[in-house]
C-alpha cells in the first residue's frame, strides 16, 4: 500500500479514484464504514481507492497545548486502511496553509489536483476554513468540478453513535471490553523500546519500556496484554501504564513483561495491545509487597488470556 502526498505528486494510477475523506483517528467502527463504503464504489468503478487522512490531526494545530488523544499513529492508520482494502493512503499536512484554504479550494484541490472521480464521508464530516464546509456543500461544490460526494450516516453500537471521543472515554475508565467493541480490536500503543532503571529486572520481571508519545492516556494501571514484537509474532504479557508512583521520581512510561520470552528488545518498535484492565495503580511500601502484587498481577493476566475451558 502506498502513503501518498500532494507535494510528492499523484502518480497517474492513483488520478480518477474514489477518496474516503475524513480523519480517521482509531479507525473505528464509523470509519470502517466510510472506508468500505469507498472501497465497495472503487471496485464497482473499476478505480482505486484512497483513503485521505490529517496529520497532524486538525485539534493539535488548533490547540497544540490539549493533553495527549491521539488512538493511532500514521503508520497504524495505513496499515488499517491497507488492511480494509485501499490501495493507496494519501497524507494531508494539516498546516497553517491547509487551515486558511476555503471549502471551495478544498473540494477544487480533490477534484483537480488530486483528480479525484467520487469522495465519500461521513455525514458529520466539516472541512476548509473555519469549518465552513459540510457533507451538503461538498456535493453542491463537487459538481463543478465533476466530483461526485457521498456521506455515510453514523453507526451505533448500543444506544450512542460509535465515536472517537467515546473510545478516549472507555480508555479512561479502563474499560477496555467497550474500546475493543467500537474498535473491533484492541486499543494498541506502538513505540520503540528504550533503556530503564532495570528495576523490574532486579525483581524477576524484565520490562519493554516505552513512552507512551500522543497517545491517548488510558487509565494507569495494570494491564493483560498481547505484545507484537518487530518480526511480526505475538506474545502475551502484563504491563503497566502509569507514573510507577513506588519510585521516586515518578516517571510515566510503558513498561510491558513478556511471558516467557527473553531476548533483547532495545531500540526495536513493538505494539502493545490492551485486552483486559486488571487494577488500578498504586503505590507499595516496600520492594517485597511490590513483588508479591507483581506475581499475582502475571497469574490474573495468564487467566484473563487463557481462560481455562468450561466443563
Not at 473491533?184 to 520503540?192: E, K, S, V, Y
Request: charged residues 25%; glycine residues 10%; contains cysteine.
Amino acid at each position: 500500500m502506498q502513503r501518498l502526498t500532494l507535494g510528492g505528486g499523484i502518480p497517474e494510477a492513483f488520478r480518477n479514484s474514489v477518496v474516503a475523506l475524513g480523519n480517521f483517528d482509531g479507525f473505528h467502527l464509523g470509519h470502517q464504514a466510510v472506508v468500505g463504503r469507498a472501497v465497495a464504489r472503487a471496485a464497482h468503478e473499476g478505480t482505486p481507492a484512497i483513503v485521505a487522512t490529517f496529520d497532524p490531526h486538525p485539534v493539535r494545530f488548533f490547540k497544540p497545548d490539549a493533553a495527549p488523544f491521539r488512538l493511532t499513529s500514521l503508520d497504524q492508520r495505513q496499515e488499517l486502511f491497507g488492511g480494509a482494502g485501499a490501495d493507496a493512503m494519501l497524507v494531508f499536512g494539516f498546516d497553517a496553509v491547509l487551515a486558511a484554504t476555503t471549502a471551495e479550494e478544498f473540494v477544487r484541490l480533490l477534484g483537480q489536483e488530486l483528480g479525484a472521480r467520487a469522495v465519500v464521508t461521513g455525514e458529520d464530516f466539516t472541512f476548509g476554513a473555519r469549518r465552513g464546509g459540510n457533507a451538503a456543500l461538498l456535493r453542491e461544490l463537487g459538481s463543478r468540478y465533476c466530483l461526485a460526494a457521498e456521506a455515510v450516516g453514523p453507526v451505533a453500537l448500543g444506544e450512542e453513535p460509535v465515536s472517537s471521543s467515546r473510545i478516549r472515554q472507555a480508555l479512561g475508565q479502563g474499560d477496555t471490553a467497550t474500546a475493543t467493541r467500537l474498535l473491533t480490536r484492541p486499543f494498541a500503543i506502538r513505540g520503540t523500546v528504550q533503556h530503564g532503571d532495570k528495576r523490574g529486572r532486579e525483581l524477576g520481571y524484565p520490562t519493554a519500556n516505552m513512552v507512551l508519545s500522543d497517545y491517548q492516556r488510558p487509565a494507569y494501571g495494570i494491564y493483560a496484554v498481547t505484545v507484537r514484537l518487530s518480526d511480526g509474532s505475538e506474545r502475551p504479557g502484563v504491563a503497566n501504564i502509569g507514573v510507577r508512583p513506588t519510585f521516586d521520581p515518578p516517571v510515566e512510561l510503558l513498561e510491558t513483561f513478556v511471558f516467557d520470552w527473553s531476548g533483547d528488545l532495545y531500540g526495536q518498535e513493538i505494539e502493545v495491545a490492551l485486552h483486559h484492565f486488571i487494577r488500578p495503580e498504586r503505590r507499595f511500601e516496600g520492594m517485597d509487597a511490590l513483588a508479591e502484587q507483581m506475581r499475582a498481577d502475571e497469574a490474573e493476566a495468564r487467566r484473563l488470556l487463557f481462560p481455562s475451558p468450561r466443563a
